[in-house]
């Protein structure tokens, strides 16, 4: 518990999580509070804001109701948010691993190719692989944890390298334990702090980049995104520049929430490790 | 003999962590004008607190107490009289020399520069008379090819030839006072010998005072005019060095000198047939 | 001199590793991309099931995959990238013709970032934990969670539509006529926003780099040694702790310039800037996965060449770089 308390020390980190927390709250209520499919059309067309009590924010372009389109592109947002962080980390972790204990050769090639994956620029990868894949959810998750692997694969083998001249490898070896079990068993689970010390950033660098592809129009067509809500104002940005902003501001602010909140758990583990 | 300086009563604490430690707990001593004064004591004993109490180099966060006063000579041709007592500059009245000369040296910046700097500060003068000044000054330390040192970056010198540069840069205005805070103690042996030379001829040269902060006493012994021993903030025995080193009074004096093996001590371990 | 040397013989080798793993894994892509250059070809053009195989032939797609990469990778050394779909011209040329205009525009939204940002870090980093620290960290915070592009139409909304100071977009006045000096000016206000957008999102990047490598300079001892030459306080700002904390901002800039080229997709879409961007972004529209592919190409050849021109000036920065090597 005092984990928590050192967590919640900074105002900053407060806000973060208020903010996520709110951000969630929205995501899990947009099924209950907006019923239906929230691309159907709810009224007028442009019709603005703080006007209509039923419609909150107004419509957009086709008559939506912005209010229930923005509850779900959180639902888009956190989903893939969460999703592509996993999987970078999940496949960041599991190559710097790899590349850090064996060492040698496989490490060589492995580095090259995490150097390769990071000298495209991953925007343009995820859009290569969306565009030739498909756009749909998990092609677009797919798609950002090609390009954020890279990170937590390097900070990995950066750890595994000074963890497995430890004691405690030596004796798993000698006992005869295969390298392979080693590395999954002994070596990662003590390599993973730092990593996930990264993982608010990718989350975060990942909405982005989600929101990105939606405005571009690759997004999943299925689903709510708030990129897709401001390329869809963008049309109409002279009459009824809100269409663009609001989405934009839940954005930035749930971005920042992530950033904060992000932040908020350094301190706690930094003060931690500045007192023992 | 004037006194250059007198401490009365200095208590410092330091907090850490929102606990609070005491350092000094409430020292006396005065220093005579051109003596050399050596502060001696352990780890813990507050000599390096004492040594930056006196430049005023203590951090914000620590807590002062008592009285440092100062009687600074009048400068040489000011064209006012101070109406009061003034205060010491540092660099300009006191010349400090750190222990780790890895670290007082700024890594990106070349050896000239940083000792021109200190003479541009404090003496007006404009970049070449300053560098000119930093060549004499590096010639006056002892160290070869000053034209080539004033070019050369402090990693490219050893750990001896850095804190040459570290003495030439804390004499470069010409200071009236002299704290070496273990100036030797991360040197090898030989080295220490030389740079405790150096510092002899120099104060001498300069008519400097001087003090020396360190925690060997047989070293000091070779340098100091006077001894104060410190011992967990308090200051346990002051004198002259002869007396100090024949005649302890204090028990903790005597059990610092019996720790000191010197040369011509007895043989501890009789080595007939063993080998080590 | 010899330092440069080393570096270079040392990055050339492995950068055409990378190259050749980003080349297979492109050429990957294209192999997965459903249709070949001759279904694409067929849909503009038309033709029957006997063209088709005739061309297949010609073009050499009916080769073993082995092979096709052989003639892929023997393409490209002559620097030929292919033909692109929608445009019906050779990739090389449209690209050659985009490519300046981003480097206009990566270039000064670095410069803006770079400049900006890190005077900014410095200024805040100055007084650890002041008012303007504090207003500062938060502030970049907030503009880095920025989208790029969403900055992007608010600067138009505000600048453009609301107050007219600046153009919507492009990169010029259409068929003005302008030429010298009237038409450089012409195109840096059209480019006004376009930088604007793009650089203060990584302006936070560097703001907030800068002041916590100023934090962390200010821990170093070398800066009580020099509060202790009495040193004033601005020489010791500026002249050694910012001069250290530049240091890992300058490496930085090489890791940050893929970073920029996928932002200048978006922005350049946003503020239709004819560029390498919107090109990519065109290539998707048109579903001309060669000419994508080509970009990608291009751009990590870009990343690499600029990465490297990044490390030399980071050598020429800090003296202790290579130096073990070089007196060896």
Redesign the interface.
């Known amino acids: 518990m005092s984990r928590l308390r050192r967590f919640f020390r900074t105002p ?1 980190a407060i806000a973060g999580a208020l903010i996520l927390a709110l951000l969630v709250a929205m995501a899990l209520a947009a099924p209950l509070l907006f019923p239906g499919d929230p691309q159907a059309i709810a009224g007028p067309a442009l019709r603005p804001p703080f006007q209509d009590w039923s419609l909150p924010l107004g419509t957009d372009r086709l008559g939506r109701d912005v209010l229930a389109e923005l509850f779900h592109g959180a639902r888009t947002s956190l989903a893939v948010g969460l999703a592509a962080a996993a999987a970078a980390l999940l496949i960041g972790a599991v190559v710097g691993t790899l590349a850090g204990f064996a060492g040698g050769l496989i490490d060589e090639v492995l580095m ?2 995490t ?2 994956f ?8 995820a ?3 969306v ?3 498909g756009p749909s959810l998990g092609v677009v998750v797919a798609a950002i944890a090609l390009g954020a692997w890279t990170g937590p694969a390097r900070v990995a083998r950066a750890e595994v390298l000074s963890i497995r001249e430890r004691d405690y490898v030596a004796g798993a070896r000698v006992i005869g334990m295969h390298p392979l079990e080693i590395a999954f068993r002994e070596v990662l689970p003590n390599a993973l702090p730092p990593v996930l010390a990264l993982s608010s950033v990718i989350v ?1 660098a990942a909405i ?1 980049t989600e ?2 592809l939606s ?4 997004g999943d067509p299925n689903r709510v995104t708030w ?1 897709g809500m ?1 390329a869809e104002g ?1 049309t109409v ?2 009459t009824a ?1 809100f269409l ?2 609001v989405p ?1 501001v839940a ?6 929430g992530v ?2 909140a992000g ?1 908020g758990v350094v301190e706690g583990t930094a003060v931690r490790r ?2 023992s | 003999m004037t006194a250059l300086l007198s401490i009365r009563g200095l208590r410092v604490a330091y907090r850490r962590d929102g606990v609070e430690v005491a350092a000094l707990k409430g020292v006396s001593l005065e220093v005579d004008a051109g003596e050399r004064l050596a502060i001696i004591g352990e780890s813990g004993s507050g000599k390096s607190t004492l040594a930056l109490a006196v430049a005023g180099l203590l951090p914000g966060s620590a807590r002062i107490a008592g009285e440092i006063e100062w009687r600074l000579p009048a400068d040489a041709g000011a064209r006012r009289q101070p109406s009061h007592p003034r205060a010491p500059i540092l660099g300009r009245d006191i010349g400090f020399v750190f222990q780790d000369p890895s670290s007082s040296l700024d890594p990106v910046m070349s050896i000239g520069k940083q000792i021109a700097e200190v003479a541009r500060t404090h003496l007006g003068l404009g970049w070449r008379d300053a560098y000119a000044r930093a060549k004499t000054l590096l010639e006056r330390v002892r160290l070869p090819n000053p034209d080539a040192t004033l070019r050369a970056y402090p990693h490219q010198l050893s750990g001896g030839q850095k804190q040459r540069v570290a003495i030439a840069a804390a004499i470069a205005a010409g200071p009236g006072l002299l704290i070496a805070d273990e100036a030797t103690s991360a040197l090898d042996t030989i080295v220490q010998a030389e740079i405790v030379t150096l510092i002899r001829q120099l104060v001498a040269e300069d008519g400097m005072t001087l003090l020396f902060i360190s925690h060997d006493i047989a070293l000091a012994a070779t340098l100091a005019d006077r001894i104060a021993v410190l011992r967990h903030g308090e200051l346990v025995e002051l004198g002259e060095t002869r007396q100090i080193i024949e005649t302890p009074r204090h028990a903790y004096t005597s059990s610092l000198l019996d720790a000191y093996l010197g040369l011509d001590a007895a043989p501890l371990l009789d080595h007939q047939g063993a080998r080590a | 001199m010899t330092r440069a040397l080393i570096l270079i013989r040392r990055r050339l080798v492995g950068s055409i590793f990378v190259l050749l793993i980003v080349i297979i894994g492109s050429f990957l892509l294209l192999e997965a991309a459903p249709g070949d250059a001759v279904d694409a070809y067929i849909v503009s053009t038309g033709g029957d099931a006997g063209m088709i195989e005739l061309l297949r032939h010609r073009w050499g797609l009916d080769q073993s995959e082995l092979t096709r990469l052989a003639n892929y990778l023997w393409a490209l050394l002559h620097l030929d990238l292919g033909q692109s779909v929608t445009f019906s011209r050779p990739i090389r040329e449209i690209i050659l013709e985009r490519l300046p205009t981003t480097l206009i525009l990566m270039g000064s939204a670095t410069a803006l970032s770079f400049g900006l940002g890190s005077a900014l870090g410095i200024y805040a980093g100055a007084r650890p934990g002041s008012f303007r620290d504090r207003f500062l960290s938060i502030g970049s915070l907030a503009l880095y969670a920025v989208p790029g592009f969403w900055l992007g139409l608010v600067l138009i909304v505000v600048f453009a539509v609301d107050l007219r100071w600046l153009p919507i977009g492009g990169i010029e006045s259409i068929a003005s006529g302008k030429t010298g000096l009237s038409r450089v000016a012409d195109i840096a206000i059209h480019l006004v926003l376009p930088v604007s957008a793009l650089g203060f999102i990584y302006l936070a990047l560097y703001l907030r780099m800068m002041r916590a490598g100023m934090a962390e300079a200010w821990r170093q001892d070398f800066v009580l040694a020099a509060r202790a030459r009495g040193l004033s306080r601005r020489r010791i700002v500026l002249a050694h702790v910012a001069r250290n904390a530049l240091l890992p901002l300058v490496t930085m800039l090489g890791l940050q310039s893929a970073q920029m080229l996928g932002g200048s997709v978006v922005i350049e879409s946003v503020f239709a800037v004819p560029g390498l961007g919107r090109l990519a972004q065109e290539a998707v529209a048109g579903r001309d996965t060669p000419l994508l592919l080509g970009i990608i190409l291009t751009s990590a050849v870009l990343v690499i060449v600029i990465n490297f021109l990044v490390d030399l000036a980071y050598a020429f920065l800090d003296p202790r770089v290579g130096a073990s090597e070089a007196t060896a």
Do not use: C, H, K, N
Not at chain 1, 118 to 125: E, I
Not at chain 1, 251 to 256: A, D, E, G, M, Y
């Open positions: 900053e090259r190719i150097d390769a990071q000298t495209v620029p991953s925007f343009l990868l859009l290569a692989f565009s030739i894949v975060a982005l929101a990105a405005f571009l129009g690759l990129g401001i963008r940005l002279r520049p663009s902003i934009g954005l930035v602010l749930t971005v920042l950033y904060l932040e500045s007192l």
